[in-house]
């Protein structure tokens, strides 16, 4: 049994308060928010202990789930990592890259596990092709919201974008070669819309478009590689395959194009069969199992640290094409 403690129970602390409800395999042992309103009703609804001081809530439990604003990520996960305690923090992994260094410092010294919340990793949609053959050269994203005054302590890159910029560094198999973007603060104080374009060694190339003050929302991405298109919508949860027909490919729609030397090629289009999961439980599920089993934590600190590493490098970019001569 894993002992639980969270730092931070509003609007997305809650939802994590749901589900370790909900994993037999963890207990609550009660929660850190300085807010008193919030404080006051979480202890109401599920007669959950409010602590006072968050280093005696971690002397009580084996682990915590940070689920604070962003600023306040490096001090609790530094507290938590100097007293050997596990860490899930939400993403981005810390506010700052000296903050983000001086975790990963911690936690190689320490013998523990550390997960960052990049939970689109666990959507359905992405499971989906978790057993495809993925070497994707062109990707193009697309990820709209809503404007929300909540989470706008950070630009939208580290709000937003940086759940595509893990994805895609998880699936491309390359280093980072280059990256051109261009965005602009519109409601905020920080850029409220981007476009970015990574390129990679491999020859890969990534376009992304994140903003946080359109009409409609979308979370879309897709993928072309030889011979094969993938898309995946994360928010929709669904996900098409266009490819060259092989044997392997059995009850699935195909049609037949003719080549230009006369010759015709099969093409089948599928829709992978998508998993019926809770995205936000199934992360803490992994976490909650990769400490009582000690096996690796499927989205580590170094994972956190090269997506926020590469968020970084955006905004210094969008830094240096606002300034006017």
């Known amino acids: 049994m894993l002992k639980v403690g969270i730092f931070g129970v509003g609007h997305l602390g809650k939802f994590h308060l749901n589900n370790w409800k909900e994993i037999k395999e963890a207990e609550l042992v009660g929660f850190y928010d300085p807010d008193d309103v919030i404080a006051q009703e ?5 007669q959950l202990a409010r602590f006072l001081d968050p280093a005696i809530l971690m ?7 940070v689920v604070a604003p962003t600023h306040f990520h490096f001090s609790l996960c530094k507290m938590a990592l100097r007293k050997g305690k596990h860490v899930f923090v939400e993403k981005p992994l810390a506010n700052t890259m000296d903050e983000a260094r001086e975790l990963l410092k911690l936690t190689k010294e320490s013998n523990i596990k550390f997960q960052v919340g990049h939970v689109e990793r666990f959507n359905p949609a992405f499971l989906s092709i978790k057993d495809l053959q993925i070497n994707p ?7 709209l919201a809503q404007f929300n005054p909540r989470g706008t302590e950070v630009s939208v890159i580290l ?15 390359s280093e ?3 990256i051109f973007s261009n965005g602009v603060a519109v409601m905020t104080e920080t850029p409220d819309i981007a476009n970015v374009r990574i390129e990679f060694n491999n020859g890969c190339v990534a376009n992304l478009t994140s903003s946080r003050i359109s009409m409609k929302k979308m979370r879309k991405m897709r993928l072309f590689q030889k011979d094969a298109y993938i898309g995946i919508d ?12 092989t044997s392997k490919d059995i009850d ?4 037949d194009l003719e080549t230009p030397d006369g010759g015709k090629k099969t093409i089948s289009v599928s829709n992978p069969l998508v998993p019926e999961v809770n995205a ?14 000690n096996t690796p934590t499927i989205v580590s600190e170094v994972d956190g640290y090269r997506a926020m590493d590469v968020a970084h490098q955006i905004l210094q970019k969008i830094k240096n094409n606002s300034i006017i001569a």
């Open 234 to 245: 994360f928010l929709n949860k669904k996900t098409e395959v266009i490819k060259l027909k």
């Open 280 to 293: 936000i439980k199934l992360e803490l599920q992994k976490f909650c199992e990769a400490v009582l089993n």
């Open 176 to 178: 980072v070669k280059s």
């Open 252 to 255: 699935v729609f195909s049609f």
């Open 59 to 65: 002397d009580a439990v084996d682990a915590i789930d």
């Open 137 to 143: 050269m062109f990707i193009e994203v697309h990820r």
């Open 42 to 46: 979480v202890c109401e609804k599920y």
């Open 159 to 173: 709000d937003l974008m940086i759940h595509d910029i893990d994805i895609i560094l998880s699936i491309v198999k």
